[in-house]
């Protein structure tokens, strides 16, 4: 389940450690991919603790757990970072998304049924409701993050390959870590918009080559922009 969430403060009165560690996981990786923490910010214990109501062991578990999926990074006897960012890294991120979601759609089409179709079909009109039916070039809220990753993980719910699944749930919040930090009020692309619509069409009619097509073109174009606008001189040279 995608989570971006926000809320009050974290509830602390269960009694396990794992259920604090957890909320805290969620809670430091939504405001890294909404770009509240930002690229090289130091992530000192008194921060932490007084922005997430926490102690440090539950908050150096969740930091550890960050790390593991490279949003965060540990400086030796110097603590937490929040993981930096550069044209190599995005070119990265983009790359292995692309090849690792066209894998699970074709493994999704492999095993399309009825509940398939529908979780799709839901998922596209929570993501419509999010953003109020019409482009959302930023800034992005935590419900449009949310309603836009359940329809992209929606469509590679059938894929039953639960530890690709997980790898690309980690490329998922780098990539939208990456779009929210390039908001800069650009003029909308009208056609990443409508991608949305046309997968969900592509997987409606069982069309597996097509529904590849345009994923990759819709992937192409959604970030397209992010490297314009946080690296122009990158994209520059590789056009």
């Not at 359940?150 to 490329?171: I, K, T, V």
């Not at 345009?214 to 490297?227: G, P």
Request: hydrophobic share 40%.
């Amino acid at each position: 389940m995608f989570s971006i969430k926000k809320s009050d403060g974290f509830d602390d009165s269960s009694e396990s450690g794992d259920t604090l560690a957890a909320q805290l996981y969620e809670g430091l990786r939504d405001d890294i991919i909404l770009a509240t923490l930002k690229p090289g910010q130091k992530l000192t214990m008194e921060l932490l603790k007084e922005r997430y109501d926490a102690g440090m062991t539950p908050l150096r578990e969740a930091l550890y757990r960050l790390s593991s999926s490279m949003l965060v990074t540990i400086e030796n006897r110097r603590g937490f970072r929040v993981a930096p960012v550069s044209p190599m890294h995005l070119d990265e991120v983009i790359r292995t998304r692309e090849e690792v979601e066209t894998l699970l759609l074709r493994a999704a089409f492999e095993n399309a049924d009825v509940a398939w179709e529908t979780r799709i079909v839901a998922a596209y009109h929570a993501l419509m409701r999010a953003s109020g039916s019409k482009p959302n070039y930023g800034p992005y809220t935590a419900d449009w993050e949310g309603a836009h990753g359940e329809f992209h993980f929606a469509l590679l719910s059938a894929a039953r390959q639960p530890m690709l699944q997980d790898f690309h749930r980690s490329l998922w919040d780098h990539c939208s870590r990456y779009r929210n930090l390039a908001y800069s009020g650009r003029a909308p692309v009208t056609t990443v918009f409508d991608g949305h619509q046309q997968l969900m069409e592509a997987a409606m009619s069982r069309d597996v080559e097509l529904g590849c097509v345009l994923l990759k073109w819709h992937i192409t174009l959604a970030t397209s922009h992010i490297k314009s606008a946080m690296f122009p001189s990158a994209a520059a040279q590789a056009n």
